[in-house]
């Protein structure tokens, strides 16, 4: 086997063994043991995955397809393997969610010491990086909805951890709800290419401009398309799917950081990426996928601006961020798309885990008006949100600089709708530095608040323990390095690397990247000053009430009139005007009507033999007579 296919099958089956063997040990392996086994196996992952980048840099072929066995095969022709799909996309994915993941794993031995169920934990954490493994290296696209089912049952489980917390149990539930709808559009999708592909095909088609069997533009091209669209959008809590991930705060910290850093709301940027010969064939899909993107982009950042839990501002910048993503990939700028999606998850990941440590210090407070004066406590934490802040500001020379502009870029190269793209590429910029800097500032500005003086202690040292502390510098030094990978038009070494699964067809020129880069650096700074004047110059003012915010948008109530609200009337008028009295009035009846013919048969039990003979006679004349007749 070649290095590739060590590294592939290492990659994979390292987190589902670490799983595997922290649930089969159970209590025979120290709560302590479970952490690092998780740690380690995917630790492992990443290493398989730095093979297989290396084994495919080495190797003249850009795309190796490594099959097991024939997974599934009907009569009617369709057969789909067990296999990989190894090439410049997938070794990307696999980089980004086995090393983010293996660090938030790490960061977990530390911060979930002294819980009661370290190893349910820890097995859970190690299937969920599993099962986004598997949906990124999945060799076709059942693979890709196998591993997307269980990436939504891995994220149900870790929502859902505190299993004493009502809040936690509806979170879960809402979480896999609101996915389960878009897996089944996605499901429907897949069964209309079954339907129509020579073949019965669910294999990826890679490069080229077309989908065997499938027109551009038409009906099925259409409705494929829009079927991913929705599954995409579901699991990247995107416009009007996106009212679970807030909700997805009440789990532990590092899950809420490899939910929205490494894994689960990636997969739908993934998704259209590897997909993106499809979505070429329906171009108005496309553009659907860009605006809702920008649409969220706005709309979360303008929720965050009235947000008071610390882990949920964060949330929202999540939501806000994989919107530019979803531009991106709407306008044929997958490459850029991605580019941002890594650097992402090391600023996002950065933020998650050093709010944990916050979180941590002060007794699990989560409330950002309750603290205050954290900057002398706590310096390095307060260093590492400041280099996450201006990562997610997109403030050069942080990682999000050089990925966030070159998305605005191709935006304002795309034409007249890519201008209205690009106006909310840069109002989310601007509200990106409010919120942002909002956080920052009430939590570490000022004077030590009275319940940061009552209640701050560190947790296992003097701002956390190494197992903590380790994984937030490495990725501190990631979001302040790692955008130096690109820099268009001067060099784009990502780019060329995804030239041939994920091309990208919305170059931007140079004037385009020079105004996108001014105008957001420019409106990141004024939104940072915006906040330096509300919340350090004038002492936090009190904040007024915005009702369409604080409601976020009314989603979530107006969900509950038109589907939980209507779903209970129905059921109460079909109680009433069907169950009642059809159903349930009808038992008495039958019962009733039952007794009464059995009474008024027995006058026919009379006990007495000439009687019987009687009736067989008669019985057996009348049967003659109709078999003569119809004769």
């Known amino acids: 086997m070649t290095a590739i296919g060590v590294g592939a099958w290492l ?35 990443f290493v398989g995955a730095v093979l297989c980048f290396f084994g495919l840099h080495a190797s003249n072929s850009t795309e190796h397809n490594l099959r097991a066995w024939t997974w599934l095969s009907t009569g009617l022709g369709y057969k789909t393997s067990l296999g990989l799909l190894i090439d410049p996309l997938s070794v990307l994915m696999m980089l980004i969610v086995a090393g983010v993941g293996s660090l938030i794993v790490a960061y977990s031995v530390g911060y979930m010491h002294g819980e009661n169920e370290e190893r349910r934990y820890f097995a859970y954490m190690a299937l969920f990086v599993f099962s986004m493994l598997l949906l990124v290296m999945g060799g076709n696209l059942l693979l890709l909805l196998a591993g997307w089912g269980m990436v939504g049952l891995s994220s149900y489980l870790l929502i859902g951890f505190y299993q004493d917390r009502p809040s936690a149990i509806a979170a879960a539930k809402k979480a896999f709800v609101m996915n389960a709808f878009g897996d089944a559009t996605m499901a429907l999708a897949l069964f209309l290419l079954i339907w129509k592909v020579p073949g019965h095909s669910l294999s990826y088609v890679v490069s080229g401009d077309a989908w065997p069997g499938i027109g551009p533009n038409g009906w099925v091209a259409n409705l494929v398309a829009l079927g991913l669209l929705g599954g995409a959008l ?77 882990k949920r501002v964060i ?106 793209l690009f106006a909310a590429g840069l109002a989310g910029a601007f509200l990106t530095g409010v ?36 994984p937030v510098a490495v990725l501190a030094l990631l979001s302040v390095v790692g955008g130096f990978l690109q820099f268009a038009p001067a060099w784009h070494p990502l780019t060329d690397w995804l030239e041939g699964p994920a091309r990208t067809t919305a170059e931007a020129t140079n004037t385009a990247e020079l105004v996108a880069s001014t105008a957001a650096v420019l409106l990141g700074l004024a939104g940072m000053g915006v906040a330096w004047a509300i919340y350090v110059a004038k002492k936090r003012p009190a904040p007024r009430s915005l009702p369409l915010l604080q409601n976020l948008f009314y989603f979530d109530r107006a969900y509950d009139v038109v589907f939980y609200r209507a779903s209970d009337l129905v059921a109460t008028l079909l109680r ?16 009733d009507a039952t007794l009464r013919t059995g009474r008024e048969s027995t006058v026919l039990q009379t006990g007495l033999l000439r009687t019987y003979i009687l009736a067989l006679a008669v019985g057996v004349s009348v049967l003659v007579v109709v078999f003569l007749a119809v004769r």
């Open 11 to 45: 990659c994979l089956l390292a987190p589902l063994a670490g799983a595997a063997l922290i649930t089969l040990g159970g209590n025979l392996i120290p709560r302590r043991g479970a952490g690092l086994l998780a740690t380690a196996s995917t630790a492992v992952a």
């Open 234 to 310: 579901a699991k990247s809590a995107q416009l009007p799917l996106q009212t679970w991930l807030p909700d997805a705060m009440e789990g532990p910290t590092p899950v809420s950081a490899l939910i929205h850093a490494a894994t689960m709301v990636t997969a739908g940027v993934y998704l259209i990426a590897r997909t993106h010969v499809l979505f070429a064939l329906a171009p108005h899909v496309a553009q659907l996928a860009a605006g809702l993107g920008a649409a969220t982009l706005v709309m979360a950042g303008l929720i965050a601006l009235v947000q008071t839990d610390i």
């Open 315 to 420: 949330a929202y910048s999540t939501m806000s961020q994989i919107g530019y993503m979803f531009l991106a990939a709407g306008i044929g700028a997958y490459a850029n798309g991605m580019f941002h999606l890594m650097t992402h998850a090391f600023f996002k990941a950065l933020l998650f885990l050093a709010s944990g440590i916050v979180i941590h210090a002060l007794a699990g407070e989560q409330d950002i008006r309750q603290m205050g004066g954290l900057r002398k406590l706590m310096p390095f934490t307060w260093l590492c949100f400041w280099i996450g802040g201006l990562a997610l500001v997109g403030i050069p020379p942080f990682a999000g600089f050089f990925s966030k502009d070159s998305i605005l870029a191709a935006a304002l190269d795309a034409g007249t709708y890519g201008y209205v």
């Open 435 to 470: 919120y942002t800097f909002r956080m920052i500032f009430l939590v570490f500005g000022g004077e030590k608040s009275a319940f940061v003086s009552e209640h701050f202690h560190p947790h296992g040292g003097k701002e956390g323990p190494p197992w903590m502390v380790l």
């Open 576 to 591: 009433r005007g069907v169950e009642e009295p059809v159903v349930l009035a009808s038992g008495d009846l039958v019962g």
